[in-house]
């Protein structure tokens, strides 16, 4: 693992753009901050992959590895197909004897240079140089061999169909669901002799293989020095893929594929930009600002798509379609930060989903959309919450009336149990009529059909995730005039009351019977992963999770000081176990401060709570522990599973000093801002202005504030302030001003039930 060291410097330095390029950067740009390899090591489950592609495309590529520690990749990768997903198809260069190849490459890292639009790795086993990279629906490889035998291309079915003709190779793959993706493949030189491989051997009288993992293999002559290959790729046809490779990647260039794709990701991270002496927080500023441009992904192909929500190729009628999105994962953060930075491209991923909508039976709002579908993952349906929160920003690219027949249909027809994509049962009429969904009592068998073996039935999380839907629902309809809607499911929002237990002040499951199951401890009841009482969080996180009406639980829980009291408290109280025992029933908890997790979504607005009981100053000080402990530039560096911005929305935007604690209130909580100044392109010419007077990278607290010019003593501000352009001005010291908005009016807005 000789270089490895400098490997990781090159991540982080700016360098000459690539061998042969003549203009070195003086300067760097936003992209020479992007460190793909953040967070390759996982902490217990899923590691954040260095992924390289464009801005939201259909072609993603990484090497397909465990973790950064993995010494195989499954060949070198050509596409994707969905956020984690492995490679459809593969690609291994061999020089050797061919009874020696393998589905796996041993690989050493050695020489790896892993950009987001750009990836270069040595396979020293064999000497051999690999170069790649993307364009939207198609990707260029340079292979350079160093040895004077044969050289080969294997290709892998996975599970399809792979056919070769001079030098071409084309085939599909089958995914889930009656999904297929299409390859069409080039190289520079036609093979000597090309087939499919069986036992060592190439039969070129059989120009085509098929099943499982079945290999196509082309032969090169002795000596050959260096194979290029272009490539398209499509959901719809062969001929597809071959028309986005021509209309993208016209002849084998591949430094100018990679200066393409550099310029284009510069356009996209440089819509925010920000100044600092802080070098480490850039890197981890941009990183996240790219993570959270992998999905959706665009499937338009010359104004055509296929969806698997129907099995068809539709028209797109000029409005790209998107998908690969888990909702549950986004919604809190990175669908509100596209609002901002990229409007039209989110009204397009809304329209997206009412067309999903239209396309499936049920003609439910789906929940987690996929390249093959929508898998009904996770609880809840939160793609409400991204239509009213989108709608109450001020995008009306969409028809509200149809969302709304969708997101209804979703919420009441459909179970809410989770992973389910049953229509409702007994327990979502329970739901309907008393308010929660009912815990099932330790030791009792289940009986309901709809609810998933493994899953359970999450009651609070189901709870309190539905009753925030229901306060999104209520919200649509009356923007839409519905007043006797907009009041049934607005009352009915308030119902995570039914869940509360006075006693304890901790949101507690029940049983049918309205009974609080006991005994129950709210870090370690309900099984593995807390999936029999709340989900993959325990009762700790939970407990604030009411996004819709902040202040009402401030109240519950005993008024302003004894909010605070009980958010320092979750801190404070320790795992309760050996860190052995308390990750093997709750993986997903990870980024432990005390009981709270910063590894998983449902934590994201916690720290930001301390706005809504007049002690803002608290806020500044945990967000910045938080960005500090947990997000990092290193291997480890981000703390639990990184959904394509799931989490990393939450460092952008706390990186910049706010954050959007409810969906659907067109508001901003203040935190602390970790540069001196932030610049955001809100189009139209237009930026709105983060800027830190007295600034040090140790200056975390706010002694005053304007807005505008104006003195500004609230800890919020409106969507509208920020799409109106102008500045945010905070002046910072190392000690906290503890009166700065403090008072009851200087509190962030929460729900309030419409007068009678």
Same mark, same amino acid.
């Given at each position: 693992?000789?270089?490895?060291?400098?490997?990781?410097?090159?991540?982080?330095?700016?360098?000459?753009?690539?061998?042969?390029?003549?203009?070195?950067?003086?300067?760097?740009?936003?992209?020479?901050?992007?460190?793909?390899?953040?967070?390759?090591?996982?902490?217990?489950?899923?590691?954040?992959?260095?992924?390289?592609?464009?801005?939201?495309?259909?072609?993603?590529?990484?090497?397909?590895?465990?973790?950064?520690?993995? @010494?195989?990749?499954?060949?070198?990768?050509?596409?994707?197909?969905?956020?984690?997903?492995?490679?459809?198809?593969?690609?291994?260069?061999?020089?050797?004897?061919?009874?020696?190849?393998?589905?796996?490459?041993?690989?050493?890292?050695?020489?790896?240079?892993?950009?987001?639009? *750009?990836?270069?790795?040595?396979?020293?086993?064999?000497?051999? @140089?690999?170069?790649?990279?993307?364009?939207?629906?198609?990707?260029?490889?340079?292979?350079?061999?160093?040895?004077?035998?044969?050289?080969?291309?294997?290709?892998?079915?996975?599970?399809?169909?792979?056919?070769?003709?001079?030098?071409?190779?084309?085939?599909?793959?089958?995914?889930?669901?009656?999904?297929?993706?299409?390859?069409?493949?080039?190289?520079?030189?036609?093979?000597?002799?090309?087939?499919?491989?069986? @036992?060592?051997?190439?039969?070129?009288?059989?120009?085509?293989?098929?099943?499982?993992?079945?290999?196509?293999?082309?032969?090169?002559?002795?000596?050959?020095?260096?194979?290029?290959?272009?490539?398209?790729?499509?959901?719809?046809?062969?001929?597809?893929?071959?028309?986005?490779?021509?209309?993208?990647?016209?002849? *084998?260039?591949?430094?100018?594929?990679?200066?393409?794709?550099?310029?284009?990701?510069?356009?996209?991270?440089?819509?925010?930009?920000?100044?600092?002496?802080?070098?480490?927080?850039?890197?981890?500023?941009?990183?996240?600002?790219?993570?959270?441009?992998?999905?959706?992904?665009?499937?338009?192909?010359?104004?055509?798509?296929?969806?698997?929500?129907?099995?068809?190729?539709?028209?797109?009628?000029?409005?790209?379609?998107?998908?690969?999105?888990?909702?549950?994962?986004?919604?809190?953060?990175?669908?509100?930060?596209?609002?901002?930075?990229?409007?039209?491209?989110?009204?397009?991923?809304?329209?997206?989903?009412?067309?999903?909508?239209?396309?499936? @039976?049920?003609? !439910?709002?789906?929940?987690?959309?996929?390249?093959?579908?929508?898998?009904?993952?996770?609880?809840?349906?939160?793609?409400?919450?991204?239509?009213?929160?989108?709608?109450?920003?001020?995008?009306?690219?969409?028809?509200?009336?149809?969302?709304?027949?969708?997101?209804?249909?979703?919420?009441?027809?459909?179970?809410?149990?989770?992973?389910?994509?049953?229509?409702?049962?007994?327990?979502?009429?329970?739901?309907?009529?008393?308010?929660?969904?009912?815990?099932?009592?330790?030791?009792?068998?289940?009986?309901?059909?709809?609810?998933?073996?493994?899953?359970?039935?999450?009651?609070?999380?189901?709870?309190?995730?539905?009753?925030?839907?229901?306060?999104?629902?209520?919200?649509?309809?009356?923007?839409?005039?519905?007043?006797?809607?907009?009041?049934?499911?607005?009352?009915?929002?308030?119902?995570?009351?039914?869940?509360?237990?006075?006693?304890?002040?901790?949101?507690?499951?029940?049983?049918?019977?309205?009974?609080?199951?006991?005994?129950?401890?709210?870090?370690?009841?309900?099984?593995?992963?807390?999936?029999?009482?709340?989900?993959?969080?325990?009762?700790?996180?939970?407990?604030?999770?009411?996004?819709?009406?902040?202040?009402?639980?401030?109240?519950?829980?005993?008024?302003?000081?004894?909010?605070?009291?009980?958010?320092?408290?979750?801190?404070?109280?320790?795992?309760?176990?050996?860190?052995?025992?308390?990750?093997?029933?709750?993986?997903?908890?990870?980024?432990?401060?005390?009981?709270?997790?910063?590894?998983?979504?449902?934590?994201?607005?916690?720290?930001?709570?301390?706005?809504?009981?007049?002690?803002?100053?608290?806020?500044?000080?945990?967000?910045?522990?938080?960005?500090?402990?947990?997000?990092?530039?290193?291997?480890?560096?981000?703390?639990?599973?990184?959904?394509?911005?799931?989490?990393?929305?939450?460092?952008?935007?706390?990186?910049?000093?706010?954050?959007?604690?409810?969906?659907?209130?067109?508001?901003?909580?203040?935190?602390?801002?970790?540069?001196?100044?932030?610049?955001?392109?809100?189009?139209?010419?237009?930026?709105?202005?983060?800027?830190?007077?007295?600034?040090?990278?140790?200056?975390? *607290?706010?002694?005053?504030?304007?807005?505008?010019?104006?003195?500004?003593?609230?800890?919020?501000?409106?969507?509208?302030?920020?799409?109106?352009?102008?500045?945010?001005?905070?002046?910072?010291?190392?000690?906290?001003?503890?009166? !700065?908005?403090?008072?009851?009016?200087?509190?962030?807005?929460?729900?309030?039930?419409?007068?009678?």
């Amino acid at each position: 693992m000789k270089k490895l060291f400098y490997t990781l410097l090159n991540c982080i330095l700016p360098f000459a753009f690539l061998a042969g390029t003549a203009d070195a950067q003086t300067k760097k740009q936003p992209v020479d901050y992007v460190n793909p390899y953040i967070g390759n090591i996982s902490h217990l489950l899923v590691p954040t992959y260095p992924t390289v592609h464009l801005p939201n495309s259909l072609l993603r590529v990484y090497p397909e590895r465990d973790n950064f520690t993995a @010494n195989t990749i499954h060949g070198l990768p050509l596409v994707i197909t969905s956020h984690r997903g492995s490679s459809a198809f593969n690609l291994s260069p061999f020089q050797g004897d061919l009874k020696n190849t393998s589905p796996t490459i041993a690989y050493g890292y050695d020489n790896e240079i892993i950009k987001p639009y *750009y990836y270069e790795v040595d396979l020293d086993d064999y000497g051999i @140089n690999v170069r790649f990279a993307p364009a939207h629906q198609s990707g260029i490889y340079d292979i350079s061999f160093s040895k004077s035998g044969p050289a080969y291309l294997i290709m892998n079915t996975r599970n399809g169909e792979l056919s070769v003709k001079e030098n071409v190779v084309s085939g599909f793959q089958k995914l889930g669901n009656n999904t297929r993706v299409y390859i069409y493949f080039q190289t520079d030189l036609s093979p000597l002799e090309a087939g499919k491989q069986k @036992n060592g051997q190439i039969d070129s009288k059989d120009q085509s293989t098929s099943g499982q993992n079945a290999y196509l293999t082309l032969k090169y002559p002795a000596g050959t020095k260096k194979i290029r290959a272009r490539y398209g790729i499509s959901f719809i046809s062969v001929e597809q893929a071959k028309r986005n490779l021509n209309r993208e990647i016209r002849d *084998y260039e591949l430094d100018k594929v990679a200066q393409n794709g550099r310029n284009i990701w510069n356009q996209t991270l440089g819509k925010i930009a920000v100044e600092g002496t802080d070098e480490t927080a850039k890197i981890i500023f941009y990183t996240s600002l790219y993570r959270t441009y992998e999905r959706m992904i665009s499937l338009s192909e010359d104004g055509q798509y296929f969806s698997a929500f129907d099995g068809k190729v539709h028209n797109d009628n000029g409005t790209p379609f998107f998908t690969d999105d888990w909702i549950w994962d986004t919604y809190r953060a990175t669908h509100p930060l596209r609002v901002i930075i990229e409007p039209k491209m989110e009204g397009d991923m809304i329209n997206s989903y009412l067309r999903m909508a239209q396309q499936m @039976n049920d003609h !439910w709002m789906p929940t987690f959309p996929e390249v093959t579908g929508d898998s009904r993952r996770m609880n809840s349906n939160h793609g409400v919450a991204t239509i009213i929160d989108a709608y109450n920003k001020g995008l009306r690219s969409f028809n509200l009336e149809e969302a709304y027949q969708y997101c209804k249909a979703g919420i009441t027809e459909k179970t809410l149990s989770p992973w389910s994509s049953k229509k409702a049962g007994v327990l979502d009429q329970f739901f309907k009529d008393k308010g929660y969904f009912p815990a099932l009592p330790p030791g009792e068998k289940e009986t309901a059909p709809e609810v998933h073996g493994f899953e359970k039935r999450q009651p609070i999380a189901v709870t309190l995730g539905t009753v925030y839907d229901e306060w999104c629902l209520g919200n649509i309809a009356g923007q839409l005039g519905k007043t006797d809607e907009a009041k049934y499911f607005l009352e009915k929002s308030k119902s995570y009351h039914t869940v509360f237990n006075p006693d304890t002040k901790f949101f507690h499951p029940k049983d049918i019977d309205g009974k609080f199951i006991q005994p129950l401890d709210y870090r370690f009841s309900g099984g593995l992963g807390a999936r029999e009482t709340y989900d993959e969080n325990n009762g700790w996180l939970y407990r604030w999770d009411v996004l819709h009406n902040i202040g009402d639980l401030v109240d519950m829980i005993g008024g302003k000081q004894a909010f605070v009291d009980e958010l320092e408290k979750m801190y404070d109280t320790p795992l309760g176990k050996s860190r052995f025992d308390f990750y093997s029933q709750l993986p997903d908890h990870t980024g432990n401060v005390g009981q709270f997790s910063m590894g998983n979504e449902p934590a994201m607005h916690i720290p930001y709570l301390y706005n809504y009981a007049g002690q803002p100053w608290r806020t500044q000080k945990r967000v910045r522990s938080l960005l500090t402990q947990w997000f990092r530039n290193d291997l480890m560096g981000i703390p639990g599973d990184e959904d394509g911005g799931g989490l990393t929305s939450f460092v952008v935007f706390s990186q910049m000093g706010f954050y959007p604690i409810t969906p659907g209130i067109p508001m901003y909580v203040i935190g602390s801002p970790t540069f001196s100044n932030v610049k955001l392109d809100i189009g139209n010419g237009k930026k709105f202005e983060v800027t830190c007077l007295n600034y040090a990278p140790e200056n975390k *607290y706010i002694q005053s504030a304007k807005l505008n010019g104006q003195v500004w003593n609230k800890s919020w501000f409106s969507h509208e302030d920020l799409m109106k352009g102008g500045k945010l001005e905070l002046t910072m010291g190392k000690r906290p001003n503890k009166l !700065w908005a403090s008072e009851e009016s200087s509190i962030p807005p929460s729900f309030k039930m419409p007068a009678k």
